[in-house]
């Protein structure tokens, strides 16, 4: 069975850049079956899709995050990476990565089914 | 983008109890909801996806019903490992908004 970790700083500055990695085991990063995703939760507050990543590097990230975020995937080291520029307080969160499982309905529309995550790891944005 | 709401936010119940959760999405989104469990300091699992599918290895007590904008979690007789946050999601349209989640606490 796969399993993810999140790993990096519990603590960043705030204006500098969170960065972030995701650790798979038990699966394939190189599969063309999963995107990888990032999906944050704030104290006090609800989940927040961050954005995914394909095995070759393509990517979709939340229209509200976009402008600071980017991702990156190594197959190699069987690990995929966040990282978000010009934080804030508003950035302090648990931060999940998960594995995303590409799904198709009978009519061919495609929907994303979050299978897998990890335990997540909560960043502290603080001076 | 598609909002969710679920209710009630908090929840009572004991051992044996049948329990009922509800999601709704501010828009149609057909059957595409997904239903997560989250234990504090674990990973969240998927329970259900589609609506109604149970993911492989959930307990049968679990189900889930609805579609359009009005959708259901249900627990037909609650075990004590059950007690936990439970979330939606929308699985339709970009950005995947989840739910602000039900907690589920023992009575």
């Known amino acids: 069975q796969v399993q993810l970790q999140e790993s990096g700083p519990g603590l960043v500055k705030p204006s500098e850049t969170l960065s972030l990695t995701c650790s798979v085991s038990g699966g394939s990063v190189s599969s063309s079956r999963y995107y990888w995703s990032w999906i944050r939760q704030s104290p006090g507050k609800g989940l927040e899709w961050i954005g995914y990543i394909y095995y070759i590097g393509s990517t979709n990230y939340n229209p509200s995050l976009k402008s600071r975020v980017t991702m990156s995937v190594d197959t190699s080291k069987k690990q995929f990476s966040l990282k978000l520029t010009s934080v804030t307080a508003a950035d302090t969160a648990v931060y999940y990565c998960a594995r995303v499982l590409k799904t198709y309905d009978n009519s061919g529309f495609y929907t994303p089914l979050f299978d897998f995550w990890g335990q997540g790891t909560l960043v502290t944005v603080s001076s | 983008d598609v909002q969710m709401t679920q209710s009630p936010s908090s929840l009572s119940a004991s051992v044996g109890d049948r329990v009922t959760i509800t999601c709704r999405a501010s828009q149609s989104i057909s059957n595409y909801l997904n239903w997560y469990q989250k234990k504090p300091g674990k990973a969240p699992k998927l329970l259900i996806y589609a609506a109604s599918t149970l993911q492989s290895g959930v307990p049968s007590r679990f189900s889930g019903s609805g579609s359009g904008t009005d959708f259901t979690l249900t627990i037909s007789s609650l075990q004590p490992e059950d007690f936990a946050t439970f979330y939606c999601?929308?699985?339709?349209?970009?950005?995947?908004?989840f739910g602000p989640g039900t907690t589920l606490e023992i009575k």
């Open positions: 999601q929308e699985s339709y349209s970009i950005p995947y908004t």
